[in-house]
């Protein structure tokens, strides 16, 4: 069975969007948008991006697998559940909470699963990277080790890999897309109108407007 790629699936469910003004998590401007929110309702389509992240890893040591909530507890409980299979062992699929700091904190009693633990973390985008370092950070705070970080599609394999990062980093895919700071963003200089339907156009407006 020819394998799928992941930018296949999230043009299938909805998840790219070009030629917009999109404000990216990050404050940065694109013209192009991966929404993965898209690819979450499709069941299948979503367990099948955790069965890849399974293959993946599958020679690796895994008790746990992490994530950054929102879309990553999706990610994790499809990974961990394909990992189960593969392994024939009960691997669990945990998450992380955002704090009003904007750090990624183990809540739930979750922090006592991953105490002594080999833990994989996952994510479904990244960016700078920012979010997954903080779980990094949870894990080996809470007892755990890490056995390595994935990403279901990294935008900016330039600044975000093992290297920047300080950890074994595994993309599935990368996709890389133009971003700009607000203040030299040539889609603002045009007036092309922000995107609020996805992304941070409305918070960003918002704070300009103010």
């Known amino acids: 069975m020819k394998k799928k790629k992941i930018i296949d699936i999230l043009k299938k469910t909805g998840g790219v969007i070009t030629d917009s ?3 990216l998590t990050s404050g940065r401007h694109s013209p192009s948008y991966l929404n993965k929110d898209a690819l979450y309702p499709f069941t299948k389509e979503a367990s099948y991006v955790g069965k890849l992240f399974a293959e993946k890893f599958k020679t690796k040591k895994i008790d746990v697998v992490a994530a950054p909530a929102l879309g990553g507890i999706v990610l994790s409980q499809w990974t961990a559940y394909h990992l189960s299979k593969i392994k024939k062992k009960n691997i669990l699929g945990i998450y992380t909470e955002k704090t009003p700091e904007k750090d990624q904190v183990f809540t739930r009693g979750y ?5 002594g633990k080999n833990v994989l973390v996952i994510e479904d985008l ?3 990277g920012a979010s997954v370092k903080k779980v990094v950070v949870s894990v080996k705070k809470a007892g755990g080790k890490v056995v390595g970080v994935g990403v279901m599609i990294n935008r900016d394999p330039k600044n975000v890999n093992s290297k920047t990062l300080g950890f074994p980093f595994y993309p599935l895919e990368e996709f890389c897309v133009d971003s700009y700071e607000p203040e030299e963003c040539p889609l603002c200089e ?3 109108p922000v995107n609020t339907t996805v992304g941070h156009g409305k918070k960003f ?3 300009k407007k103010s």
């Open 126 to 128: 990244t960016s700078t």
């Open 205 to 207: 407006l918002k704070q």
């Open 111 to 115: 922090d006592k699963l991953v105490k």
């Open 21 to 23: 003004h999109i404000v």
């Open 190 to 192: 045009k007036g092309v």
